[in-house]
């Protein structure tokens, strides 16, 4: 019997499995110390029960890594293929100059890897910690040790500064200043006319923006006023009233709002109304109360037919209700299913005023710097009246480097996130190069060992030989 504290995974199976394979060696090696087994057949017998207790654990060890990594099956991944990297492929012919796209209904969190394009969203163990925390604080969410970040549920403001020119998606999209462009199979491009360049100049000043660690909205709303030299009010939050609910109990204590299901594993529903302002793209917020009652919850938003599935603990808090020209009513539906109760910060609509953010916009394009991109290198023509401070979307690393018409010229991180440096006036030719620090000193060391290596090879038989000389001296002296 297990305790309380046991390993799951030691069971009686794999118990009795080893119990069996240790027999079996004891066996084996017994028959043939005594010689009921030839050397020959013991060798034979032990290779096939060493390839045995190989397959019975490769076959543990899969089965786990699926039921612990939930793995798709393998179609999930090929039948979209060519839809995806049809469309990623229009979207790189259509471009000579660096952009970043995002599938708004991805196979993967790696899609940007399998498919070739530049992306935010990504799932790996090798990443850049200090960006993503930013991009975090930004509202792409990315929590803890930052394993992932994720693009979904964020806002226009986000878009246009992380350089998202393009979507994909298979619902059709309504978020402002995108177009269709585009459409392969059940899939459609989307082009964003608002997406920055890489890089942008921007007022000395922008180094010392207010970036508030739990306010991403606040954050967006300096970034991009810091950027753009303005003092626009973007946001604003909307009531919401609940029209319906089902399979759902609501209990509200001033600051959370707790949904209980009624009827144990079903879907949780409630439908809710909002008055949208003219010229705004709505959003609805859902902050979780407590990440850790997540599990592997999912929400689902519908509004006017388009309906959209993401997992509330990975993915960002904004859910996209649309774009809306003149003061609207609208009702929408959310669908929360995974847990039997589930709680968030009062749910509440958020709109951006889309008008201000695209003055912001224009005035930060003004000032953007397009910058041709190399496998490991990045470089510009940037010209200025007065000195100013270039902000990139490039994460900072110590291994970039930095010149300036020809010159080495210091990097700073901006927010600790993003590659940044002080340009001064005039007409500048700049270049980014990145060499992972500490590689060429581990090359150096490399070739130095390698040469020590083939130094001993060659001394040390003459080493030997020396040695045997002078002990057949000693013999015959004796």
């Given at each position: 019997?297990?305790?309380?504290?046991?390993?799951?995974?030691?069971?009686?199976?794999?118990?009795?499995?080893?119990?069996?394979?240790?027999?079996?060696?004891?066996?084996?090696?017994?028959?043939?110390?005594?010689?009921?087994?030839?050397?020959?057949?013991?060798?034979?017998?032990?290779?096939?029960?060493?390839?045995?207790?190989?397959?019975?654990?490769?076959?543990?060890?899969?089965?786990?890594?699926?039921?612990?990594?939930?793995y798709a099956s393998r179609s999930l991944y090929t039948e979209p293929y060519d839809d995806i990297r049809t469309l990623v492929t229009q979207a790189n012919e259509a471009n000579d100059t660096f952009f970043r796209l995002e599938n708004l209904d991805p196979v993967s969190s790696n899609d940007s890897i399998n498919y070739g394009y530049s992306g935010v969203s990504m799932f790996s163990s090798i990443r850049n910690r200090n960006s993503s925390s930013y991009l975090d604080q930004l509202g792409f969410r990315s929590r803890g040790t930052n394993l992932n970040i994720r693009y979904l549920n964020n806002t226009l403001l986000m878009d246009a500064f992380t350089g998202i020119k393009y979507n994909i998606s298979k619902q059709n999209l309504t978020k402002y200043g995108f177009e269709r462009v585009g459409e392969s199979g059940a899939y459609k491009l989307y082009e964003n006319k608002n997406a920055l360049p890489l890089a942008f100049l921007a007022d000395p000043t922008i180094k010392d923006i207010e970036q508030p660690a739990n306010d991403n909205l606040t954050s967006q709303t300096n970034l991009i006023n810091g950027l753009a030299n303005a003092n626009y009010t973007y946001?604003?939050?909307?009531?919401?009233?609940?029209i319906h609910t089902e399979n759902t109990d609501i209990s509200d204590d001033g600051m959370y709002t707790k949904l209980t299901e009624q009827t144990f594993n079903e879907a949780k529903e409630v439908i809710w109304q909002v008055e949208v302002p003219a010229h705004t793209q709505a959003y609805l917020s859902l902050y979780p109360a407590n990440f850790g009652e997540l599990d592997s919850s999912s929400a689902t938003v519908t509004v006017n037919g388009i309906k959209r599935e993401t997992q509330i603990s990975i993915n960002g808090q904004y859910y996209d209700l649309g774009t809306f020209d003149e003061?609207?009513?609208?009702?929408?539906?959310?669908?929360?299913?995974?847990?039997?109760?589930?709680?968030?910060?009062?749910?509440?609509?958020?709109?951006l005023d889309n008008q201000a953010y695209q003055s912001a916009i224009n005035a930060i394009q003004e000032r953007g710097v397009e910058m041709t991109v190399g496998k490991r290198s990045a470089e510009a023509e940037i010209t200025t009246d007065t000195e100013q401070q270039l902000v990139t979307t490039i994460p900072y690393d110590k291994g970039w480097s930095a010149t300036l018409d020809g010159e080495s010229v210091p990097i700073t991180a901006f927010q600790d996130g993003f590659i940044s440096m002080t340009i001064p006036s005039g007409t500048?030719?700049?270049?980014?190069?990145?060499l992972p620090q500490g590689f060429?000193?581990?090359?150096?060391?490399?070739?130095?060992?390698?040469?020590?290596?083939?130094?001993?090879?060659?001394?040390?038989?003459?080493?030997?030989?020396?040695?045997?000389?002078?002990?057949e001296i000693d013999d015959s002296e004796k």
């Open positions: 019997l297990k305790g309380a504290d046991s390993y799951d995974y030691v069971t009686i199976t794999s118990f009795a499995l080893t119990i069996v394979f240790l027999i079996l060696y004891l066996l084996c090696i017994s028959f043939g110390q005594v010689g009921l087994l030839t050397q020959k057949r013991v060798s034979l017998l032990m290779l096939v029960f060493v390839c045995g207790e190989m397959a019975v654990n490769t076959s543990g060890m899969l089965r786990g890594i699926l039921d612990d990594w939930n946001f604003s939050f909307q009531p919401i009233t609940v003061a609207t009513t609208v009702q929408f539906t959310a669908s929360f299913y995974g847990t039997d109760e589930i709680s968030f910060q009062n749910p509440q609509v958020v709109t500048h030719q700049l270049k980014l190069t990145y060429l000193p581990g090359v150096c060391l490399f070739f130095v060992c390698i040469a020590l290596f083939i130094l001993f090879l060659w001394l040390y038989p003459k080493y030997l030989s020396r040695r045997a000389q002078a002990l």
